[in-house]
């Protein structure tokens, strides 16, 4: 029986990556680039997408990070398809070297599309009655040989050069913690009030039905934790508290990727000093 199973599993991952393929087909046709951004620095070049293979070429290494490295799928070669992604403005990172794109992040905007990835998991209507244009930031990601602080650096700044484009209120998403113990969960969110870090109504937003989690009784006492609590906040979020976002108190459970998501919003009439003077001449 166990050897039937073992099998089946590369035929589902075959007839997978065979959906996915005709799936990008017809999102392909459907995208077009909503607001230019170019510009060049250094050893690379940041830009919006403004073509197919461009978008393919996003899609192949959002595979190779989100399917590969963190749900250590076997293929090895495949594509990330959703079906936003004809609706999002791509930002994107190119190594002039191998002139291949290193790193992306996913944008939607408000003015361009009323779904976004955050309504899948999370009720956000008391959000998005704010006034305000909206830009949603996700499916981020950077090739493991290009993740240090100029590759991300170059994403604040062509993101903020798109902000200023659409006139941006707020920048929101999901942020993933790389955990599904309550326990550490819990500790997670006591860290994040304890520093005043918790969104307040009508920003905050709960869990849909679905993406509960457990209760999250931390049982604080209890320091039996797979890491220190602040290793489990990755480098992408930490960066976005530091801008000065809040998240939500009840992170959504992500069991594809094995890891809670919260409900992440920046208000950019609270950008922090810090990243005002690095970023807003620029």
């Known amino acids: 029986m166990l050897n039937q199973l073992r099998n089946i599993e590369p035929l589902k991952e075959i007839l997978f990556q065979y959906g996915s393929l005709v799936h990008a087909g017809r999102i392909e046709k459907l995208f077009y680039r909503?607001?230019?951004?170019?510009?060049?620095?250094?050893?690379?070049?940041?830009?919006?997408i403004e073509s197919r293979s461009e978008l393919k070429e996003v899609m192949k290494l959002r595979y190779q990070v989100f399917h590969k490295e963190y749900r250590k799928k076997k293929f090895p070669f495949?594509?990330?398809?959703?079906?936003?992604?004809?609706?999002?403005?791509?930002?994107?990172?190119?190594d002039?070297?191998?002139?291949?794109?290193?790193?992306?992040?996913?944008?939607?905007?408000?003015?361009?599309?009323?779904?976004?990835?955050?309504?899948?998991?999370?009720?956000?209507?008391?959000?998005?009655e704010l006034p305000g244009v909206k830009l949603e930031l996700s499916r981020a990601c950077i090739h493991k040989d290009f993740r240090?602080?100029?590759?991300?650096?170059?994403?604040?700044?062509?993101?903020?050069?798109y902000m200023n484009e659409v006139k941006a209120k707020y920048?929101?998403?999901?942020?993933?913690v790389k955990t599904m113990?309550?326990?550490?969960?819990?500790?997670?969110?006591?860290?994040?009030r304890a520093e005043g870090q918790l969104l307040?109504?009508?920003?905050?937003?709960?869990?849909?039905?679905?993406?509960?989690?457990?209760r999250l009784t931390a049982m604080l006492e209890d320091t039996a934790i797979s890491k220190p609590i602040e290793e489990m906040i990755p480098a992408l979020l930490q960066s976005y508290l530091k801008a000065g976002a809040k998240v939500s108190s009840s992170p959504a459970l992500d069991k594809?990727?094995?890891?809670?998501?919260?409900?992440?919003?920046?208000?950019?009439?609270?950008?922090?000093?810090?990243?005002?003077?690095?970023?807003?001449?620029?």
């Open 34 to 48: 909503k607001i230019a951004v170019y510009f060049e620095k250094g050893s690379y070049i940041v830009k919006t």
């Open 78 to 94: 495949g594509l990330d398809v959703e079906s936003l992604d004809p609706v999002a403005d791509h930002l994107v990172i190119i």
């Open 96 to 128: 002039k070297e191998s002139d291949k794109i290193v790193g992306t992040y996913r944008l939607i905007c408000s003015e361009f599309s009323n779904v976004f990835y955050s309504q899948s998991e999370f009720n956000i209507q008391g959000f998005f």
């Open 148 to 161: 240090k602080g100029v590759v991300m650096n170059l994403l604040w700044r062509g993101l903020v050069k």
């Open 171 to 176: 920048l929101f998403g999901c942020s993933s």
């Open 181 to 192: 113990d309550p326990k550490e969960v819990g500790l997670v969110v006591e860290k994040f």
């Open 200 to 214: 307040n109504p009508p920003m905050s937003a709960e869990p849909l039905p679905m993406y509960e989690m457990a």
């Open 256 to 282: 594809d990727f094995n890891c809670v998501d919260f409900f992440t919003v920046l208000d950019m009439e609270s950008l922090t000093q810090l990243y005002e003077r690095r970023y807003r001449p620029d």
